[in-house]
């Protein structure tokens, strides 16, 4: 039988019948009353005040009192409500959200509200912040996780900063200077050095060593760190011997106690062949794939010599491997969901891809402006020297000095082979607004959250880049 009118009304229009009286509840916050169901209430979690308070189980029927601002309580009910948090809300301080957050036991909620990965719009990025580090040391290393937590190294301190980057805290390491940082959760960091043995998993909000892990050489010296990397099962760190004669990648467990899982690319350096053992010092998990990119270089006689590497870690063995001469890499990173490789020459400052499906080839790189500005060699400089090469999400994110470009890729007609697409174009894009562009060389890059964090040479800070302000 079709709805009578009435009913076609409310569904069209939103309506809904009226709740039972058993499954609504009456709130009465800080002297004004509330009404919503138990269900919406539960979207706050098993844990937290408002979904205990609306079991009638555990607290006996009747309205419930609470003694908290009404207001920012309307922004939270709205939010369980939608999923979203209301225009209004930016008429408070984030502070003052977070606590009452807090109060209410939905932080997370908040969290992924403000800082939801999925608001990141690369085209709109604007410099929104700047957080200042305590000491003299410029930023060595950044890391962060997905919610916009920011671990930054310098010198022989950590500084963190949470979700809302409004709460800070910096503890002291054991390391002259830390090189290398992996933010394993908001208050756990993974760090080293390429000076002082051993990779150490820091407490930061209570500042202790919660593990220290080594590698075991041939050599049977020192082990430091050159670079860290993660999957969701696995921490990867890059070793190398304190004679710098050997080095190796180790494998150690996420989900357990740290232990050592397996060992690939152990490589050592035999007599003048320098390429032969090149420590990592970049590793980046390609989960498309279930693949562990590693790559390296090296500055010796005959200019810039280095190496890619794809590791399947389950066999141990390499799954691709290209050594770079010619046109050696300044940087690069892997972009899992364009499935492609990409790479700073540090000769010609162009950028290069290499298409994942179709490694197969001599010379897998493609150069994405090869009618461009044509930097190569001026005056026996090295264009791309220092530039610095990230992928989140559909772009890359290009540093060219104190500027950032922007490449993405531009689906054009629909012929294709079964190795994919026939031909994959790019375009360059320069971000920021005027005022956002220049300033010193960029050091470092990395993606939290809606936030992009951006370090440069010689500056005690770190910059923010938001795409969605949302007025805080």
């Known amino acids: 039988?079709?709805?009578?009118?009435?009913?076609?009304?409310?569904?069209?229009?939103?309506?809904?019948?009226?709740?039972?009286?058993?499954?609504?509840?009456?709130?009465?916050?800080?002297?004004?009353?509330?009404?919503?169901?138990?269900?919406?209430?539960?979207?706050?979690?098993?844990?937290?005040?408002?979904?205990?308070?609306?079991d009638p189980s555990a607290v006996p029927s009747g309205v419930k009192f609470i003694d908290r601002d009404p207001e920012i309580f309307s922004v939270f009910?709205?939010?369980?409500?939608?999923?979203?948090?209301?225009?209004?809300?930016?008429?408070?301080?984030?502070?003052?959200?977070?606590?009452?957050?807090?109060?209410?036991?939905?932080?997370?909620?908040?969290?992924?509200?403000?800082?939801?990965?999925?608001?990141f719009e690369a085209f709109n990025l604007e410099k929104s912040l700047i957080l200042p580090l305590g000491g003299r040391d410029p930023p060595s290393a950044i890391s962060t996780t997905t919610y916009g937590s920011v671990h930054v190294a310098h010198g022989s301190k950590i500084t963190s900063f949470d979700w809302s980057l409004r709460r800070k805290s910096t503890i002291l390491t054991r390391f002259n200077a830390v090189d290398s940082i992996l933010a394993l959760s908001p208050s756990v960091a993974a760090a080293g050095a390429t000076d002082i043995s051993g990779l150490q998993i820091l407490d930061l909000d209570?500042?202790?060593?919660?593990?220290?892990?080594?590698?075991?050489?041939?050599?049977?010296?020192?082990?430091?760190?050159?670079?860290?990397?993660?999957?969701?099962?696995?921490?990867?760190?890059?070793?190398?011997?304190?004679?710098?004669?050997?080095?190796?990648?180790?494998?150690?467990?996420?989900?357990?106690?740290?232990?050592?899982?397996?060992?690939?690319?152990?490589?050592?350096?035999?007599?003048?062949?320098?390429?032969?053992?090149?420590?990592?010092?970049?590793?980046?998990?390609?989960?498309?794939?279930?693949?562990?990119?590693?790559?390296?270089?090296?500055?010796?006689?005959s200019g810039v010599i280095g190496n890619i590497r794809l590791w399947d870690i389950r066999s141990g063995n390499v799954a691709w491997e290209v050594?770079?001469?010619?046109?050696?890499f300044s940087d690069v990173t892997v972009a899992d969901n364009l499935s492609a490789i990409f790479k700073v020459g540090v000769n010609s400052g162009d950028v290069f891809f290499a298409d994942m499906r179709k490694l197969n080839v001599d010379n897998p790189w493609v150069c994405l402006d090869p009618h461009g500005e044509g930097r190569m060699g001026t005056k026996g400089r090295k264009e791309g020297a220092g530039c610095k090469i990230e992928s989140h999400g559909n772009q890359v994110f290009c540093s060219r000095g104190g500027d950032m470009e922007l490449w993405s890729e531009v689906l054009i007609g629909t012929r294709s082979s079964e190795d994919g697409p026939d031909e994959r174009v790019f375009r360059r894009n320069w971000m920021g607004r005027t005022k956002d562009m220049g300033g010193c060389r960029i050091t470092n890059l990395a993606f939290g959250g809606n936030k992009m964090i951006v370090t440069r040479?010689?500056?005690?800070?770190?910059?923010v880049w938001q795409s969605n302000l949302r007025g805080f």
């Open 457 to 463: 040479k010689d500056q005690q800070s770190v910059e």
């Open 77 to 119: 009910l709205s939010l369980l409500r939608t999923g979203n948090l209301p225009s209004k809300a930016k008429d408070f301080d984030l502070q003052d959200l977070v606590f009452e957050a807090q109060f209410y036991g939905i932080e997370n909620l908040l969290i992924s509200s403000l800082s939801n990965p999925s608001q």
């Open 206 to 301: 209570k500042g202790f060593v919660r593990e220290t892990l080594n590698w075991e050489n041939p050599t049977k010296s020192s082990s430091t760190v050159q670079a860290i990397g993660s999957s969701p099962e696995f921490l990867f760190t890059s070793f190398e011997s304190g004679r710098r004669n050997s080095n190796s990648i180790m494998v150690f467990d996420l989900q357990g106690s740290f232990r050592p899982v397996s060992e690939v690319g152990h490589s050592e350096i035999y007599g003048a062949e320098l390429d032969s053992g090149i420590p990592a010092t970049k590793l980046k998990w390609v989960s498309g794939y279930n693949l562990l990119m590693a790559s390296g270089s090296h500055s010796g006689p």
């Open 323 to 328: 050594k770079e001469k010619e046109d050696c």
């Open 1 to 54: 039988m079709p709805p009578l009118a009435g009913e076609h009304l409310h569904l069209s229009f939103g309506f809904v019948p009226k709740k039972s009286e058993s499954s609504i509840v009456t709130l009465d916050i800080g002297g004004q009353l509330f009404q919503t169901t138990r269900q919406t209430l539960g979207q706050a979690g098993s844990k937290s005040l408002l979904s205990m308070i609306s």
